[in-house]
C-alpha cells in the first residue's frame, strides 16, 4: 500500500480500516506500531491518533500485556450483524421502490448489465455487490439508515467474511430485486431483499 509521509489522521485511519477489511490485518492479530507507520508511510503522531479513533470504533481493542489488537468478529457477532442488516435493508428497498428517481433504478440495472452471462470474477462482482446494495441504501431517503449501516461496521464485517454463495445465485437475486422495484412493487422488493439476505446468512451458518 503506497501512500504520502503527508497522510493526514483521516487518510490513515481509513487505511487502516480497508487493511482490516481487506484481512491484510487480521482479526485477534496483535499490531505492530513500528511495522505499520513503516507500511503506511505516515509518522508515528499520526498513525496513533489514526488507531485511537479506531479503538473508538471497536475495531482495534487494546489488550493487557498484549497491546493493541485488532478486533477479531465471533460467530454470533456475524449472525448479529446480519440480523441488524435485513432490518435496515428491507427497509430501505421498501423506500427506495416507492421513492427512487427512475435514473437512480437505472444506475442499479446498469450495474449488473456486464454479468448478465454470469458473474466472471469474485473479486470484481463482490465490489459491485456492494455499489447495488450502497445504491439503495443512499437513496432510500433515510439519512440514519444509511448511518446506522455505517457506523455499525456492517460493510466491513461483510467484506470480511466475503460472498460464501454462488456468484450467479446472487446475481439472479439481484436482477429479481430490480424488476420488482422497477415495477414499484414494495411489497415484493421486500421479500426478495429479506429472502437474500437470509440466504447469505444461512451460507455462513453452514
Known amino acids: 500500500m503506497k501512500v504520502t509521509p503527508t497522510m493526514s489522521v483521516q487518510d490513515t485511519y481509513l487505511a487502516i480500516?480497508?487493511?482490516?477489511?481487506?484481512?491484510?490485518?487480521?482479526?485477534?492479530?496483535?499490531?505492530?506500531?513500528?511495522?505499520?507507520?513503516?507500511?503506511?508511510?505516515?509518522?508515528?503522531?499520526?498513525?496513533?491518533?489514526?488507531l485511537k479513533l479506531l479503538q473508538g470504533d471497536s475495531l482495534v481493542i487494546a489488550v493487557p500485556e498484549e497491546g493493541l489488537v485488532?478486533?477479531?468478529?465471533?460467530?454470533?457477532?456475524?449472525?448479529?450483524?446480519?440480523d441488524c442488516r435485513i432490518?435496515?435493508?428491507?427497509?430501505?428497498?421498501?423506500?427506495?421502490?416507492l421513492h427512487a428517481e427512475q435514473a437512480r433504478?437505472?444506475?442499479?440495472?446498469?450495474?449488473?448489465?456486464?454479468?448478465?452471462?454470469g458473474p466472471l470474477s469474485a473479486k470484481v462482482f463482490q465490489k459491485?455487490?456492494?455499489?447495488?446494495?450502497?445504491?439503495?441504501?443512499?437513496n432510500c431517503r433515510n439519512r440514519y439508515v444509511y448511518e446506522l449501516f455505517d457506523k455499525g461496521h456492517i460493510w466491513l464485517c461483510m467484506e470480511i467474511i466475503g460472498l460464501e454463495r454462488s456468484l450467479k445465485e446472487i446475481?439472479?437475486?439481484?436482477?429479481?430485486?430490480?424488476?420488482?422495484?422497477?415495477?414499484?412493487?414494495?411489497?415484493?422488493a421486500?421479500?426478495?431483499?429479506?429472502?437474500?439476505?437470509?440466504?447469505?446468512k444461512q451460507a455462513f451458518m453452514a
Do not use: W
Not at 22 to 47: D, M, N, Y
Not at 70 to 82: A, H, K
Not at 171 to 188: G, M, P
Open 128 to 138: 459491485i455487490n456492494f455499489h447495488f446494495h450502497d445504491i439503495i441504501l443512499a
Open 70 to 82: 485488532v478486533r477479531n468478529f465471533s460467530y454470533q457477532d456475524i449472525l448479529e450483524i446480519f
Open 105 to 117: 433504478i437505472d444506475d442499479l440495472r446498469n450495474l449488473l448489465v456486464p454479468f448478465e452471462k
Open 171 to 188: 446475481l439472479q437475486e439481484h436482477l429479481d430485486i430490480v424488476t420488482a422495484i422497477h415495477n414499484r412493487d414494495a411489497v415484493k
Open 17 to 50: 480500516k480497508n487493511m482490516i477489511a481487506s484481512k491484510e490485518l487480521i482479526g485477534g492479530e496483535r499490531i505492530v506500531f513500528t511495522a505499520l507507520c513503516e507500511k503506511l508511510g505516515a509518522s508515528a503522531k499520526t498513525v496513533r491518533k489514526a
Open 87 to 97: 432490518a435496515l435493508e428491507t427497509m430501505a428497498v421498501k423506500a427506495f421502490a
Open 190 to 200: 421486500v421479500l426478495l431483499m429479506r429472502k437474500h439476505l437470509e440466504n447469505s
